[in-house]
T-cell receptor, first 111, second 117 residues
């Protein structure tokens, strides 16, 4: 079993839809959680960074962490075709520790 | 967010030649940088951790003599693919870790596409 599980998709939604992307993990010691967006043939771009449980909002994006369930989510409101990319979750124990990535979910937003 | 650059963005070389890829953190200092490899439609695979002023730490299965890493300054790490072969063709991405107090954030470069003929 992988340490971080993420459905590879592809997830196809119409423009304007609310998108929910999720990851589950097995190590309850993870403290910091991130979401990266990767366009085709580009490096990953940091979207959201959260510490411990709770929600964090930034524009159309909301990151949610539920440590009791070992489950994190990224919600995208009013999705746009430009949101079409692969979304990677990542998490770490804390300072000095490695990032552990999910396998990525490919999202396609159709006009 | 912080910026990490990579050069070159794309390189095509003949089998047997060596290729050097540079990774720079442009607006912060990074004592630790990472090198990843990514095949089409697959996730990132960590190759090695590069620490400024010391030897890199390689992941299991990654040949240190084939993938030479140098991290001579706080803003520059280089990956040299020695005697490249077609199976080394891949997308190589570096990242740099920025530390601000207790918070550490990893920023990625735009990647280098290597094609070995």
């Amino acid at each position: 079993q992988k340490e971080v599980e993420q459905d590879p998709g592809p997830l196809s939604v119409p423009e304007g839809a609310i998108v929910s992307l999720n990851c589950t993990y097995s190590n309850s010691a993870f403290q910091y959680f991130m979401w990266y967006r990767q366009y085709s043939r580009k490096g990953p771009e940091l979207l959201m960074y959260t510490y411990s449980s709770g929600n964090k909002e930034d524009g159309r994006f909301t990151a949610q962490v539920d440590k009791s369930s070992k489950y994190i989510s990224l919600f995208i409101r009013d999705s746009q075709p430009s949101d079409s990319a692969t979304y990677l979750c990542a998490m770490t124990l804390g300072a000095g520790n490695m990032l552990t990535f999910g396998g990525g979910t490919r999202l396609m937003v159709k006009p | 967010g912080a910026v990490v650059s990579q050069h070159p963005s794309r390189v095509i070389c003949k089998s047997g030649t060596s290729v050097k890829i540079e990774c720079r953190s442009l607006d912060f200092q990074a004592t630790t940088m990472f090198w990843y490899r990514q095949f089409p439609k697959q996730s990132l695979m960590l190759m090695a951790t590069s620490n400024e002023g010391s030897k890199a730490t390689y992941e299991q299965g990654v040949e240190k003599d084939k993938f030479l890493i140098n991290h001579a300054s706080l803003t520059l790490s280089t990956l040299t693919v020695t005697s490249a072969h077609p199976e080394d063709s891949s997308f190589y991405i570096c990242s740099a870790r920025e530390s601000r107090g207790a918070q550490e954030t990893q920023y990625f470069g735009p990647g280098t596409r290597l094609l070995v003929l």
